[in-house]
């Protein structure tokens, strides 16, 4: 493991010591474990905020030592004091996530070991089931026909048309849509995949349909802007990069149109992508690595959506006497 110095933190409520610990720990994670910068954010305002907390609660600025040599009950104390702040259990989950990590990396650095932090149970975290699309109403959002009466000009009515069928048709998100180099989509009829960057810079591979191509070139011929091979594929009303919220406001027109409820966002286009493979008998882990989730748990949220068709595929293929 790498001993460079990381940037220094400014914390009052704690010493030198640990301050000096946890920039090298959010450097390791990262530059080895890759984790995203929003991630990194997150987990290093968690753990500023504990150590607030147990400064206050002990009376005193927190040492490595003091910090090893906490209780589970110091734990519980600082949840419920976020708890009472209304903070959602699945922030609350992230923050003793990335408090265990610290203290995993303490333990490997022979800076000491937190024991009480594995006694703590994670909170329970109430599960929030995507809403996907009808499957007629998903594929009329890549119809770049339902927006002609808008006064905007065709070839960007072309290009989102483009961007929400790669979402729909490859599951991928805005983000991943957004960031396609021209380089990196195929024309229709030289090739069949795409190579996305998703979360934590990781890359996949991904299925692309012949048709969701077919637009994207019809959108290509139509731009009035130079689209180079590393530039993104992708660009704005200006020629620069289009934004995510020009695509959620695209959406947003398209709901009234469509008569779609307000859960018609980008991001359903992806849960919608997940759950119609499911319902055809698709393979949860095959769409766990579509989708480009770390976890199969993450994945497995699709499966109360459709529960009725897991019940059927059961009853028809489940090796009974």
């Not at 702040?85 to 490997?108: K, N, P, T, V, W």
């Not at 229709?188 to 934590?200: A, M, S």
Request: aromatic share 4%; net charge positive; charged share 25%.
């Amino acid at each position: 493991m790498s001993k460079a110095a990381a940037p220094p933190i400014e914390l009052a409520s704690a010493d030198p010591d640990i301050v000096q610990e946890m920039a090298r720990w959010l450097s390791h994670l990262g530059a080895e474990r890759r984790l995203s910068p929003k991630t990194l954010e997150a987990y290093g305002r968690d753990l500023r905020q504990c150590l607030d907390f147990l400064s206050n609660h002990w009376g005193e600025r927190v040492t490595l030592a003091r910090f090893a040599a906490l209780e589970a009950t110091d734990i519980r104390a600082f949840m419920a004091m976020r708890r009472a702040d209304d903070i959602a259990g699945r922030s609350l989950m992230r923050a003793l996530a990335g408090l265990r990590s610290f203290g995993r990396f303490l333990e490997r650095e022979g800076k000491g070991k937190v024991g009480a932090l594995s006694a703590i149970r994670a909170p329970k975290v109430a599960k929030s089931l995507p809403k996907p699309l009808p499957m007629a109403s998903a594929k009329r959002l890549a119809d770049a026909d339902e927006r002609a009466g808008e006064e905007r000009e065709t070839w960007v009515l072309a290009r989102d048309a483009a961007v929400m069928a790669l979402l729909y048709g490859s599951g991928l998100r805005i983000s991943e849509a957004l960031g396609l180099k021209r380089r990196e989509v195929p024309r229709p009829g030289e090739g069949d995949v795409l190579v996305v960057t998703g979360k934590g810079n990781k890359t996949r591979m991904v299925p692309v349909l012949q048709n969701v191509l077919a637009l994207v070139q019809e959108y290509v011929a139509m731009c009035p802007y130079a689209l180079p091979p590393e530039g993104p594929i992708f660009v704005g009303a200006r020629g620069g990069p289009l934004s995510p919220r020009i695509i959620q406001l695209a959406m947003e027109r398209l709901r009234g149109a469509l008569g779609l409820p307000d859960s018609a966002t980008p991001h359903a286009l992806r849960h919608s992508f997940a759950t119609h493979l499911l319902s055809r008998g698709g393979d949860l882990r095959a769409i766990q690595e579509l989708l480009g989730h770390s976890s199969l748990s993450t994945t497995q949220v699709y499966t109360g959506i459709d529960s009725e068709r897991l019940l059927e595929v059961y009853a028809s293929a489940h090796p009974r006497r």
